[in-house]
């Protein structure tokens, strides 16, 4: 039922509830995770949340591509979802015992790596993030998904961890975050509609140039968030 609902909405280009659905498959997941696999809760329940997406995501991005549809729209689509599931996993890990093993390791390691990281260092940390989104998203096509609630459920983690000890610490990561998210949402985004143009062998010259566009945003918000970090 989840994944005709995703598709219904992002047939209408419905942000309020891309978000909420967004959230209630992260719920869901988690609920079905900790219930039938409780020792490998932090990544069945990311599994189990991104499975409702993969076919209407893969179905939109597939028409939009034959459409030639303007990209707006899906990064709105994109990041309405993501920020319910990130949401949804603050909530979950503010509120429950959960252990989430695999996504606190990931906090720590990067949080020890970026107490005193410069520029330098977060800029190819995220743009190693941003290749590896554009890569999966490219080759697999419906990996977007995956790559998507994965980092949601690492922000989510990460701001509960942080709101837990100080919320206005907490608030003051959510501008880089959000920039960053939003570039590798981008990668996803390009990543897929690349893979579409691909299957349908649309190699005219317009069409990879609009492409091309697409992923120099995404690279252009993530040095700006690196900035924003850094500053």
């Known amino acids: 039922m ?14 309020g509830m891309l978000f909420v659905l967004g959230a209630v498959a992260v719920f ?16 069945v329940s990311v599994i189990f949340a991104a499975v409702p997406l993969i076919f ?9 591509e034959q459409e030639g549809l303007p990209h707006i729209p899906e990064l709105k689509m994109y990041f309405s979802i993501f920020a319910g599931q990130a949401s949804a996993f603050f909530l979950i890990s503010l509120f429950t015992e959960a252990s989430f093993t695999a996504q606190r390791t990931v906090l720590g390691l990067s949080g ?25 998203a490219l080759v697999i096509g419906s990996a977007g998904a995956f790559v998507l609630t994965w980092n949601a459920s690492v922000l989510g983690i990460f ?17 880089h975050a959000s920039l960053e998210m939003l570039g ?10 690349i893979s579409a143009a691909v299957y349908r062998k649309h190699f005219d010259r317009d069409t990879w140039i609009d ?13 700006v968030a690196a900035v924003v970090e850094t500053a």
């Not at 989840?2 to 942000?15: V, W």
């Not at 949402?185 to 990543?191: H, Q």
Request: net charge negative; proline share 4%.
């Open 159 to 175: 701001l509960a961890e942080v709101f837990s000890t100080d919320p206005f610490l907490a608030l003051a990561y959510v501008p």
């Open 56 to 64: 209407s995501l893969t179905q939109e991005f597939m028409d939009d």
């Open 211 to 223: 492409y091309v566009k697409l992923v120099a945003l995404g690279l252009v918000l993530i040095l």
């Open 28 to 43: 869901t997941g988690f609920i079905a995770a900790s219930t039938f696999f409780p020792s490998r809760i932090a990544f």
């Open 112 to 136: 020890a790596a970026a107490s005193n990281a410069g520029l330098e260092t977060i800029l190819l940390n995220n743009l190693g993030v941003f290749a590896a989104a554009l890569f999966l």
């Open 2 to 15: 989840l994944q005709e609902l995703f598709l219904l909405e992002e047939e209408r280009r419905s942000p």
């Open 184 to 193: 590798f949402i981008t990668a996803g985004v390009a990543g897929t509609l």
